[in-house]
Structure formats: C-alpha cells, structure tokens
C-alpha cells in the first residue's frame, strides 16, 4: 500500500511493504466480511407488522459458537500476522548486516547536520565532510548511522526507505539502511520539536559509486562548499522555505 | 432505602433559588447535566480549534476567517488543544461523568450517588480545570504547543517549546481534571457495589453500569504514574530539576512510559461506556437480549486487564530497547482478539431482532460499524515491523479518529437521543436526528479516509504546512478533501444543536417509558424529581428480557413482578410499581 | 457486596495513591540503579533521624489501632485520645523532618541539585503532604468521635493512617539505608 505512494528505496522497504499487504489483506477480509454481515442482519431483521423478535440469550454452545469460532480464528491470524511482523522489525531494529559505512546523523531546533566519514571511508577523522539538509550516501552500501540530538526529541524518517527512529538528547541511537535506488528523497522530522518542526525538512542523496566518489572529491577540495550558504543551520530553512529550489 | 424517597420528597426542596437547584446542587442528575453542558460547550472550541488548523493545512498561509493567519506557533497551540479538549474536556466528561452520574442511581433503582457532596465538589473541581485550560488561551505565548503527549524536553523548557505560561497551565488542568474524577469514580464504584436496588444481582446490572464503573478502576488504576510524572515535569518546569533532562542525568523516555502507561489504558476509560451506551440503544431497538451477556462483562474485563500491558507500542520507534518492542507487538495484537469478540457478540445482538431505525438506534448501529476500521486498522500500527512506516503519519490520526469519534461523539449522540426523553421529559425530533446523523457521518468518512490516503503516503503529524516536501506535494487535493469534510461535518452541527435545545423547551413530552424499555431508569417520571423513584423498585430478572417467548408484550420490565397464577401471561402488572 | 461505603471510599482513595507513589517510587528505582553516582549524594541523609521517624510513625499507628479498637467498644472518648496521640506522632514526625531538610538545604542540597535530592524532596515531600492532610482529617474524626459520633469514621481515617506508613516503610529504606 505505502508502494502505490512512495517508492521502495531501501532494502528492508519491500519487506515493510509486504507486512502492509498481508495485515491489509487478512484484516481486509475480516473486515469486509464483519461489514457485510452486520448490514445484512440489520436487513434481514428489520421490523416487520406482526413478526415478533426472537429470545436469543447466546448462553448455549451452539450460540456461543458463532462468536467464539469467529474469535478464535481471529486469534490464530493474529499470531501468522504477529510472526511476519517480529521478524521484519528483527531485520531493521535487532539484527543489522555489518556496516560498510559509518554517518552520524544530529538533529536540531531545526535542521538537520550530517557528519559523512569523507573519502577515507572512517568517520571521526580529520577528512570528515559536514553537511546540513544534504545528506549523500551511496546506492548499494550498508551504512550505519549514529542519531544525535541537541536539544528536544526529534525523529529521523526517511519514507522512501521505510526507516524511522526518533533522536533522543543525551544518546547516540544506531540505526542502518542500504540504499536501493538512486534519486533524491525527502528526510523529515517525525517528532514535534517545537514551531520549526515543519520547517526543518532534509533530502538524502542517493549516487551511484561514481558520482558519489565526485562528490566526495568536490567537498573535500573545498570546490563544493561543505555547508550550504550561511553556516547557520537556520538559514538553509529559510532558503528552502522561500522556494530556492529542491 | 425503600421508604427513604418517600420522606425524601418532603425535604422542603421547593423553594430552592435557581442557584441553588441548578449550580450548587448534590442532585446527581443535576450534576450530570452541568458536566454535559459543559463538555458540549468544550466540543464546540475543541471544534473551532481543528476547524482553524484544517483550513491551514488546506490553504496553507492564507488568512483563516474567524481566526486570521496561522503562524506555526498558532498551530502546534491548535493541535494540542484539540487533543487536550477533546479527550480530558469532552469525551471523559460526557461519556463517563455525565452519563454515569446520570443514569447510575436511575438503573440501579436508589435515589442518589452514596456522596452527593463529593459528587459536587468532583465537578466544582473539574470546572476549575476547564477554567484554568481555557485561561491558557489568554497568555503570553498561548496555550500550550507541545501536543498533548506533552513529551519533554520540548515540554519541560519554555526556551524549547515557546509557551511558557502555557506549558504549566495545561500541566496544572490536566492534574486537576485528574483529581477530579479520581474523586467521581468513588462514588461510581461505591454506589454501584452497594446502593442496587433489592433483587438486582451482580449479572441483573445494565451492561452500561458495568462497563463506567470498570472504566472508574482502570483510570484509577493507570493515572497514578502519570500524576507524578505530572509533578516530576511540573518541577521540571517551574523549580529547575531534572528528572526529564539527559544533561542532569534525567531521561526523557520516562515521560513516555508514564504518560502511556496511563494514555493506553485511558482509551479503553472512554471506549467501554460507550459501548455500554451502544448495548443499551441496540437492545431496546431490536428487542433483544444482549448476545451472551455474560461474555460481554468478562470481555471487557479481559480488555481492562490486558490494556496495562500494551503502552510502549506508542514508543516503538522512541529509543526503547527493540525487543522489549516485540512483547509489546505480542500483547498489541493479542488485545485485538477479545475486543474482535465484543464486536460478534454486539453484532450477533441483531440476529433474530425487529430492528427499528430511530436515530438513536442509527448512530449506536455507526458505532459499531465505523469503530471496525479504527480496530483493524489498529493491527497495522500494533504490528511493529509495519508501524515503523506508519508511525508519526496521518495513518495513525485517521486510526484514532475512527476509533475516538465513534467513542466520543456517535457513542455520545446515540446516548443523548435515547435518554433525552428521560433527562428533559421531552422527545427530541426525529427527522431533524436523522438529518443530523447522516450529514454528520458522511463529513467524518470524508475527513478521514483521505487521511488514511495521505497518511500511507508519507505526511507526517503535526506539520503545519507540507509544501516543503517534494514527495508529498502531491497529496494536497487529499487535504483539501479533508477539509471539506470537516466543514460538511460542522455545518449539520447546527442541526443538533437546535433540535437539542428546542426539543428541551418545546419537544413533544414524553411519557416515562416512551422507548418500552426494560431498564430501571424507566420507571421513574420523565423527567425524574429530587429522590427520583415514589417508591424504590424491587428487581425481579435481567435487563434486556426482550420479546420472551408466551408473553404478549415483547419487553419485560426488570420492576415488574413475574407473572402470578391466575393472570394471563404476559400481562405487565403497570408500569409504576 | 458488603463493604461499608466510607470504608469503600478509603480504599478507592488508597488504592489510587499506591498507583501514584509506585510511579514515582518505581521511577526512582529505575533511575537509581543506572547512577552509581548517586550513592555519594544519598550518604548524606540522616540515617538516625529517618529510622526515628519510622519508629514514630509505627508507633502513631499502634495508636491509630487502638482508637479503632476503642471505638468499636463504643468508648469514643478514649478513640479521640488515641487518635491526638496519633496526630502527635505525625507532629513529631514533621518536626525531625524540618529539622533534617533545614541541615540539608543550608549545605547545599536542594530541590534542583541533583536529581537524586530531585526524588528525595519530590518524594519526601509528598508523603509529607499527606502527612499533613491525614492529620487533619483525625483532628475533625477525634473532635466528633469524642461525642460518641461516626465512630466509623476511626477506622476509616486509621487505614488511611497505616498507608502512610507503609509509603514511608518504602521511602526509608529507598532514600536513607540504600547507600
């Protein structure tokens, strides 16, 4: 369902897709039958001159049965819909692929500042590229991101990628993803920071290995400049705010 | 207490001023109606507030009549008091004080509430709350902007959430709305276990009493935590601690886990009267028993129980450990299975009946089923593989609304238009219901399925103006839908509210059983007097013994004695015992 | 059921203040475990005056016991002895507790010090408070019991008493012993 919105960009977004649909699928029928059942009845058992309602008590078994079925089966589709479920959030959350690649993710009041691991492929070195808004990672490479706070709750979500995690002060979160498609994607916050929090979107860069390598290239040698006109992370906002392109 | 409203009618009551029979008054139905009014009151700015905030979103940056342009501090005020109002200051109010307080003494056949002056005092104080939220609106800074979650730091430092004054005021409301029917459940609980009337057994009791008073020992039960996070972020607020502030070693998750240990549990505090109301109107209109009665007492209880234990999948994707997000996956969905059943049973209520459209009967038949989607549509979010997707999306607002306005507002209409005749001793105008009701449904369906629709397709809550994002410009004629929606559903408002009020002054009148129900509250005059009953009735079988076989007439009043040799069957002996 | 409203009423209302000191005693736990730290800011409460105060309360509550065992023999005159001694008890109770927070606020440790003395006074506090509106609530239950009237009302008011001595048997251990 998300499928027919947002494109699968991210490895683990078929899986998250596919969970969608068997839950819509399984609840579907449940629900169009309940749906349909309950109109029926009210149909079927309006009043009518001179027919009398019956005395239904639904204490016997045999009554009972005709919720109780109903009831069970629920809970057995419960537990199919509960064993895909753990399984996609093992994927994502629990277990992760070794990392290829390290970023580190800091969210603000209200923007959003990358720390990428720059053409030594290390973060926490001195080659490290600061973005802010612009965060570039590589199709195909397993990144593993480290999510900062400065100051309130915020939420890393990138849609495309079915991937969210909140940002909490005080902690450094680790999340991962791989890149699938290449393109540029919305980054939004997912947790209300405050006035700007409709005002601090992002966009993820996805490059193919070369023109990934030529940006690398271009911020490192300063040809490109690390961070958007202005420094200050608020102004970034205000340019985008103002239409000055994607 | 049999012979105590017969000497209760000679008080001396009848030179009562109009404070003191209307404002100051111990009567429950008094106090009833006073938390009625002032819950529908609270609807209507509940009302304004998303009325202002949906015409942002969709005209975003146009001036909004009535308001003016919406900044987005403007709009993170509306949305948190929209939440905040409508479920401490509309939904709890109507749906448990109101009706409880009213039909509590009524149904179970006794004069009043066990302590009809903390009855008063439970709402003295919860008009203070309402005074104190409403004042919030005149700070500087506004109301509060931080949602109703209120999660710190954001709440906790005005430097963060720019509303100061705000902030604390809404604290302090909530607190005292808390304390307030703290207080109210005490006499819910205590009037309910002591004061029924002779030969009204626990399973003789209506199903609505049953389920406010479970809701009274869930909300006792899960608002504790809560309150002292209240105090912890209050501190934190005003006295410079740290319990919520990772830089003085505080951690904010544990808001979280307070604040939804209780918001879990609550939604059920507000979903079972309401299903009471539905099983009350669905009985009578189709002169039935209700499907399993017994099911429906421990369903619920089940419900009650199992609803402690779900809270953190509200925070799977919060920092909390992951695989303490699988349990809470498990116990998500295991919940499902006995409120799935609580919908069988209401729905296998209407095999077999002679079902009568009135409007009451109408909206208690939407309820049921347009409170189906916000259930299914609940596995998705429960599911915590699929909700890392859906979380924080306008999935998650159509799911509640499908499930907190069938509660709060269907549940509330489908009350008001059955026991109007009893509260005000007049019947309310059936063609003007009706064009209500389906204005009103057809507005909600319309404001949130598109919402479902946009929701799946990537926008986030509490965003006040989407055209930042490429991805979701797209949606906005989904917004624009919404909106109208919301404005279709405002203008059949009207309706109601003049059928309600002209009806009260110059409905049709109304006889005391004008629906030939079974329950107690029926036997009492429409409307009832101070001590409600001439003479207290004595019980003689369950409530809904609907269209029993032999008998003549097809409801048998719980009053009414059974049949004594000699008289032909099914003859009701009178209605007045 | 049974169960005399008022005494109802009194367990409602300890009921719903078990949910609220356990949210907020269970939050101190949970916090003090993952901060070591804590310890040395704990070393400084006064271990003496806080197993003194246990000793009062428990001993103010033997009295709140036998005014209920003395109302219900109808002797209300002795109940609103024993329940004065019970308010005394309470007295003393505040009293070493003033004492203790005027040492510990004059050097230094405060509300917003340190989130350890966050939760002590928070907690302290609040049992306090209740400290407080208990023993005003006995002074109304003594004044009518003495004229033999509601004598009910002394059972009810001593069960609420024994709640807050049984937050306080928690807070002890929580905020004086564990070091």
């Known amino acids: 369902m998300p499928s027919w919105f947002m494109q699968q960009a991210s490895s683990f977004a078929p899986d998250v897709d596919n969970l969608i649909l068997l839950i819509t699928v399984i609840v579907g029928v449940w629900f169009v039958a309940a749906e349909a059942i309950f109109f029926w009845l009210i149909w079927k058992f309006r009043a009518r001159d001179g027919v009398k309602a019956q005395y239904v008590a639904g204490e016997t078994p045999r009554e009972k049965r005709w919720v109780s079925w109903p009831h ?9 819909i509960l064993v895909v479920a753990l399984r996609v959030w093992n994927d994502i959350k629990i277990s992760a692929p070794p990392p290829e690649e390290r970023i580190r993710v800091v969210a603000q009041q209200w923007a959003w500042t990358f720390q990428h691991a720059g053409p030594d492929g290390e973060l926490d070195t001195a080659d490290d590229i600061r973005t802010v808004d612009d965060m570039h990672v590589e199709v195909g490479k397993t990144y593993y991101f480290d999510l900062h706070s400065r100051d309130v709750l915020h939420s890393f979500s990138v849609p495309v990628f079915r991937l969210k995690q909140d940002a909490v002060p005080g ?48 911020a490192a040698s300063g040809a490109v400049p690390a961070v958007t006109a202005g420094a200050a992370p608020g102004t970034a906002v205000v340019a985008r705010a103002e239409g000055d392109g994607q | 207490m049999s012979g105590h409203a017969a000497a209760h009618a000679d008080h001396g009551h009848h030179h009562q001023s109009f404070f003191q029979k209307y404002l100051w008054s111990t009567d429950h139905k008094v106090i009833g109606m006073q938390y009625l009014f002032t819950g529908m009151l609270m609807a209507l700015i509940g009302g304004f507030t998303v009325y202002v905030f949906r015409m942002q979103l969709a005209f975003p940056g146009e001036s909004v009549p009535l308001w003016g342009t919406v900044t987005a501090s403007d709009y993170n005020s509306l949305v948190t008091m929209h939440g905040s109002i409508m479920i401490f200051w509309v939904a709890m109010p109507v749906l448990i004080a109101a009706f409880g307080n009213f039909l509590i003494p009524l149904m179970l056949g006794c004069d009043d509430m066990v302590f009809p002056k903390l009855n008063r005092l439970s709402y003295q104080i919860f008009l203070i709350s309402v005074l104190v939220i409403l004042s919030s609106f005149f700070v500087p800074g506004g109301p509060f902007g931080g949602a109703w979650t209120a999660y710190p730091p954001l709440s906790a430092d005005p430097a963060y959430n720019a509303t100061p004054w705000g902030a604390t005021l809404w604290l302090v409301a909530v607190a005292l709305e808390f304390v307030a029917f703290l207080l109210g459940g005490i006499n819910f609980v205590t009037t309910a276990m002591n004061s029924r009337a002779p030969g009204m057994k626990m399973f003789d009791v209506p199903i609505v009493i049953w389920m406010i008073v479970l809701a009274s020992l869930v909300f006792m039960a899960s608002v504790g935590p809560l309150i002292a996070g209240a105090v912890m972020l209050f501190f934190d607020q005003r006295l410079g601690t740290g319990f919520f502030d990772p830089a003085a070693g505080g951690d904010p998750v544990l808001w979280q886990h307070l604040f939804w240990f209780f918001g879990h549990p609550e939604v059920y505090v507000v979903l079972l009267p309401a299903l009471g109301i539905v099983a009350e109107v669905m009985t009578t209109f189709s002169r039935k028993k209700l499907f399993a009665y017994k099911t429906v007492v421990f369903t619920a209880i089940a419900t009650s129980i199992i609803s ?29 299975v006995p409120i799935a059943e609580m919908m069988f049973v209401y729905i296998a209520t209407l095999y077999g009946g002679s079902i009568r459209l009135t409007t009451a009967m109408l909206w208690a038949l939407a309820f049921i089923a347009e409170f189906l989607i916000g259930g299914v549509t609940g596995i998705f979010l429960g599911a915590a593989g699929a909700d890392v997707y859906f979380h924080d999306t306008y999935f998650v607002l159509a799911h509640f609304h499908y499930t907190f306005f069938p509660i709060a507002f269907i549940g509330t209409f489908a009350g008001l238009s059955y026991w109007f005749p009893k509260m005000f001793g007049r019947m309310m105008n059936e063609t003007l219901g009706k064009i209500h009701f389906w204005g009103t449904v057809i507005g909600f369906n319309l404001i949130f399925i598109p919402l479902f629709l946009t929701g799946s397709g990537g926008d986030h809550r509490r965003i006040f103006d989407y055209s930042l994002f490429p991805e979701l410009e797209y949606l906005q004629p989904l917004r624009i839908l919404a909106t109208v929606g919301l404005l279709i559903l405002i203008a059949f408002q009207p309706v109601f509210i003049y059928n309600f009020i002209n009806s009260m002054f110059r409905g049709k009148v109304a006889e005391a059983n004008p629906w030939r129900a079974n329950t107690l509250e029926w036997v009492a005059p429409s409307p009832p007097p101070h001590g409600n009953f001439a003479e207290m009735p004595v019980v003689y079988r369950g409530p809904y013994e609907y269209s029993v076989e032999g008998r003549d007439e097809d409801y048998w009043p719980q009053n009414v004695p059974g049949d004594a040799p000699g008289e032909p069957a099914g003859q009701s002996a009178g209605q007045v015992a | 059921m049974g169960l005399p409203t008022g005494r109802l009423a009194v367990w409602w209302v300890i009921a719903s203040e078990i949910v609220i000191f356990g949210g907020l005693l269970g939050s101190y736990i949970m916090y003090r475990l993952s901060h070591d730290a804590w310890a040395e800011q704990a070393a400084v409460t006064n271990t003496l005056a806080g197993a003194f105060n246990t000793f009062v309360l428990l001993t103010s509550s033997l009295s709140a016991v036998l005014a209920h065992r003395a109302a219900e023999q109808g002797d209300g005159r002795k109940a609103a002895r024993m329940l004065y001694f019970t308010v005394l008890g309470g007295g003393v109770f505040l009293v070493v507790k003033s004492f203790e927070w005027g040492y510990e606020i004059s050097h230094g440790y405060t509300l917003a010090s340190n989130l350890f003395w966050s939760f002590y006074y928070t907690a302290a506090g609040l049992h306090a408070l209740h400290v407080i509106a208990g023993m005003v609530i006995m002074l109304f239950v003594a004044r009518t019991a003495a004229r033999n009237e509601e004598l009910q009302r002394v059972e009810n008011i001593g069960l609420y008493w024994h709640f807050v001595d049984l937050v306080w048997i928690f807070l002890f251990p929580l905020l004086y012993i564990a070091k």
Do not use: K, N
């Open chain 2, 308 to 336: 402690f234990f779900v809270w953190a999948h509200h925070q799977f994707v919060a920092g909390i450990d992951p695989r303490m997000a699988g349990l809470f996956t498990v116990t998500t969905l295991i919940i499902s």
């Open chain 1, 171 to 218: 902690r450094s979160i680790t999340g991962w993803f791989r890149p699938t498609v290449t393109g540029e994607f919305d980054i939004q916050c997912a947790e209300i920071c405050g006035i700007g929090h409709g005002l601090m979107p992002a966009r993820i860069i996805v490059a193919t290995p070369d023109e990934h390598q030529a940006w690398l290239s271009a």
């Open chain 1, 72 to 80: 069970y089966a629920v809970l057995v589709f419960d537990i199919l």
